[in-house]
């Protein structure tokens, strides 16, 4: 690297540093997969007569909204992630015993909506590309829950353990969400930031415009029963 971009960089970070969108979101936890025990197998018990029939799941399909914001030194984009939804599979109301999956097309994206220029669709190609998801080869990005556990806090209602595939890579992961189940409607939020290098998403930038490893999440999905 040459003085002038060193210069250049060092200005940056000092002066011209825009904010952190991850800062402040929650980051989500990487687990290790559960190894799957083998138990041995065990006779069903006698059904009883008297024994209620089990109450059947239903899956509910969800559309809405998938959104990721990246930054740089320089400043921040977002971008929808078109052909996006997912769905809610539960007994009753019981939330805690549901199943929540989300998928968004990876090369599908509308990015920085009511500040788009001539730059903009080229942005949206990058994105798309071998540099960052490689849609070509990994068309999709998927979250598919292993568990929904009721934990409220001051933004959300339950804690989620799942499996996030982006770029052909699978990580456990844990995070709060706010999801509601009505006798007519469900929905389902959530908003956190993930490390891209975790998911093999390494482009650093420009030497003088470095990009920020930490990326923000948003999803945003309801669906009527």
Known sequence: MNKFLISLTIMALVIGCAKDPSDGVQQVK???AAKNIKLPPQKPAAAKATQPTAAKATTVKLVGKIRFTGSKVTG???CDMKNSGGSL????????TAGFSFEAETGKLHCDEGD???WTPKLESHLAGTDFFWSEKYPKATFVSKSIVAKATPKT???ITG???LRGV???IVFGATIKAGAKTVSGAAEFSINRKDFGIEYAG????LIRDNVVLKVELSGTR
């Open 116 to 118: 788009r220029n001539d």
């Open 30 to 32: 990487i687990i290790s």
């Open 76 to 78: 921040s984009h977002f």
């Open 89 to 96: 599979t539960l007994t009753g109301n019981d939330v805690n």
């Open 170 to 172: 699978t990580k456990s």
């Open 163 to 165: 499996d996030l595939t």
């Open 206 to 209: 420009k030497a003088d415009d």
């Open 157 to 159: 209602t339950h804690e």
